[in-house]
């Protein structure tokens, strides 16, 4: 063995003890409430660094929030008051973050009361489920962070704003045709955007769609109608079979469909593809 790989060796060594210590100085806390009949929980997260999970609570919940973080940088928010819940990891004014990761933030949101969902993600990895939850309104906001958004299931509410704004990060939604939405708001910039509209639906839907210089990929079951107005000249598009009518882009199948799924996108460069699922 060389004296570099015996040197490396010694070193790796050297750093995990230490990795291992500021682990050690983390701190962890746990709050939760039952659900005692609220009519609405209206839900604040905001998240700049590290891991976002959030996912549906047992039945008899409202909510538990699990907050692990380094206290040498952030200070932990759980706040409730009269159906308003705020949750995330604040940084201390003034003080240096020694460590290039805020922490770690749980969410469980229980299955009976309808829920405003207000997501703020900075650079996280972010996962978000939300299917068999009853979601009236959501809006998300990313930075340069890789978020990924479901609806596994079925909402039982009617959900009157689905707005997303994604900066210079992946963004992925799944099953919204689940989300029984009757508008999609998305405002993309550098990232890769993949909405996957597979599902259950309930009604129509419109999905007005913004994009910078990202990539767009839209994946749609067969037997939804589509109908695709596109401005920008400068993005391309792949069409996948919609024939050119009017003012737009139309699947063969859009006067006789049961549901329909319009897309309105203006794109500056980049790529929009769509595929049929």
Known sequence: MSRRTISLASLALLLVPASLAAQEDWRSVSTSRSY?????????VRFGAGRLDIKPGPAGSLYKATLHYDPRGFRPVTEYHEGRLRVGLETERGTRVRTNKAGEVALALGPEVPITLDLEIGAAEADVELGGLRIRRVEVSTGASQTSLRFSRPNPEPLSVLQIEVGAAAFRAEGLGN??????????????VILDFSGEWQR??????DMGLGALKLRVPEGIGVHVVKDGLLATFDSQGLIKRGDGYYSPDWDRASRRLTIRVDAALGSIDLQWV
């Open 204 to 209: 129509d839907m419109t999905a007005d769609i």
């Open 179 to 192: 989300a029984n939405a009757e508008r999609l708001s998305v405002d993309g910039g550098l990232g890769e």
């Open 36 to 44: 005692q009949g609220e009519e609405e929980l209206r839900v604040d």
